[in-house]
């Protein structure tokens, strides 16, 4: 996938000037071995800081060799002003970690006292009110320092993809679904750019794009993809080329100061009769491609897609949290290990990669298809891709500018269930425990609207980590039941 970060840690020690420098050199050296052992690449500079000067030349050591995520490393127990100092002036995400004693034997010269810098450290931290990654326990021997900067790693790549992205839309918001409104401020507030377009400009983009030279390939490429089975309208294939086309081309030329791109457009109801078919597919087609299309101009939406994108290297997908499991159907799969309200069916009319659904099929919109074409063949209506979406792990995800000024997310892990969701669209069958408490005093009683950003993986640990790191305060996530919501009437459990 293109458009997402590419994360270079670099790793700096820092040296107390009453500790010896070579305890804490030593153990630098140590941690980036084991960051080898495990393939997680990591510069490390040669400064070791004890004071200011020492400081200002680590920084220039690490902006130079093209670091974007800064390591601190108190080998011991560290100088609290230089090391904050040189977090507060370092352009990303900033870890601080700690060296943990690594013998009996040598508790006299070899001692670092970390343990207790990392206490100083957070002082002046507050103090210069920074807010940088610490892992759940920042203290370890080298093995378990270079599994913390693992772990680092992607949540460094969702802050860094955050604060370098541009989402781009078209047209507002439609009258029924005001739930997927996006307050601004919020958006400016995490370091997000935010360029908002009229419906037209896509319009008159995509017209000037008709007879463009690369349509062909693309519409092939298309065909390619769909093969024998799924290619099942052919002949709307030059069109959504065209438009995969201008969106691309759209990117490029207003990306400006920002590095990474995604969008939020308008896909209905106007939009099929003026285009002449449904975007459904070439919104899957960017997804694939890391740059993922928010339905229904939500916003919010496209951020959590990107923000998923950059957690699991993997393509992400926007969804309705839809529709219940009927009883008949939960019965006949003899699902094991959820209640039937932990499940429930994501579903979209058809904007999913192809590489995330069991035999993709291009098809019509079948809800548009009532309203527009109630009558004929599907015509304008054409453009979906259907199937059930394949098992496997899974993160609902959502992070969203809220009424009350707010923001605020949520994540659960869970997974989609290999039992056929025998509907259309791109739908599967999820399963999330405590799904029904967690609907009920989570996204209803927060206000979250119905769409959820879906990543194909585990992540709600570097979620939930680079949401604090974004200094986003209200996080959400299923309580287990024996832990009830501050809203859950207790008389009911």
Not at 109 to 117: N, P
Not at 231 to 242: M, V, W
Not at 397 to 420: C, I, K
Request: hydrophobic share 40%; aromatic share 10%.
């Amino acid at each position: 996938m293109i458009n997402i970060p590419d994360v270079k840690i670099g790793i700096v020690a820092v040296s107390r000037d009453c500790f010896p420098k070579a305890l804490s050199k030593k153990r630098r050296e140590k941690v980036v071995e084991e960051c080898k052992k495990i393939n997680c690449p990591v510069f490390e500079a040669q400064t070791l800081v004890e004071n200011e000067n020492d400081a200002m030349a680590a920084l220039n050591e690490i902006n130079l060799a093209g670091v974007n995520a800064l390591v601190v490393f108190l080998g011991n127990f560290g100088p609290e002003g230089p090391e904050t100092m040189l977090a507060q002036k370092f352009n990303g995400p900033v870890m601080f970690v700690a060296a943990a004693e690594e013998s009996d034997g040598d508790l006299i010269d070899g001692r670092g006292d970390a343990y207790c810098g990392m206490l100083s450290m957070s002082v002046n931290m507050l103090l210069r009110k920074l807010n940088p990654y610490i892992p759940e326990y920042p203290v370890g021997t080298a093995d378990e320092v270079a599994g913390m900067i693992a772990d680092f790693v992607p949540v460094a790549r969702v802050y860094i993809g955050v604060k370098n992205l541009k989402i781009i839309s078209f047209g507002p918001r439609p009258f029924d679904f005001v739930a997927c409104n996006a307050p601004i401020k919020q958006l400016y507030d995490i370091g997000v750019e935010v360029q908002e377009n009229s419906e037209l400009d896509l319009f008159a983009s995509f017209n000037e794009h008709k007879g463009d030279e690369r349509i062909p390939a693309v519409a092939k490429e298309m065909a390619e993809e769909l093969g024998k089975n799924g290619n099942t309208y052919p002949s709307i294939l030059e069109k959504l080329a065209q438009y995969e086309i201008t969106l691309l081309d759209w990117a490029e030329k207003n990306k400006g100061a920002s590095k990474y791109v995604v969008f939020a457009n308008k896909c209905w109801p106007a939009f099929q009769t003026q285009f002449g078919f449904v975007p459904c597919y070439v919104n899957g087609r960017l997804a694939a491609r890391g740059i993922p299309v928010a339905c229904e101009v939500d916003i919010y939406g496209a951020l959590s897609e990107f923000i998923l994108q950059c957690a699991t290297l993997v393509p992400a997908t926007l969804l309705d949290i839809n529709n219940t499991v009927p009883k008949d159907m939960y019965e006949k799969n003899a699902i094991d290990g959820y209640r039937q309200s932990d499940l429930f069916m994501g579903f979209h009319c058809g904007n999913t990669a192809s590489c995330l659904i069991k035999n993709p099929v291009m098809k019509y919109q079948l809800i548009m298809k009532r309203t527009l074409e109630p009558d004929s063949e599907p015509n304008i209506s054409r453009g979906t891709l259907d199937g059930a979406i394949k098992d496997g792990d899974v993160t609902i995800f959502r992070l969203h500018g809220s009424a009350d000024g707010q923001l605020r997310t949520y994540m659960a892990q869970g997974e989609v269930l290999n039992v056929d969701p025998k509907s259309f669209g791109s739908i599967g069958v999820f399963g999330i425990k405590e799904m029904g408490r967690f609907y009920r005093h989570v996204l209803i009683q927060n206000g979250f609207p119905h769409h959820a950003g879906i990543g194909f993986a585990h992540c709600g640990k570097t979620l939930f980590s680079a949401m604090r790191l974004l200094g986003v305060e209200n996080i959400y996530y299923n309580q287990p039941k024996e832990i009830p919501y501050p809203t859950e009437n207790p008389f009911t459990r």
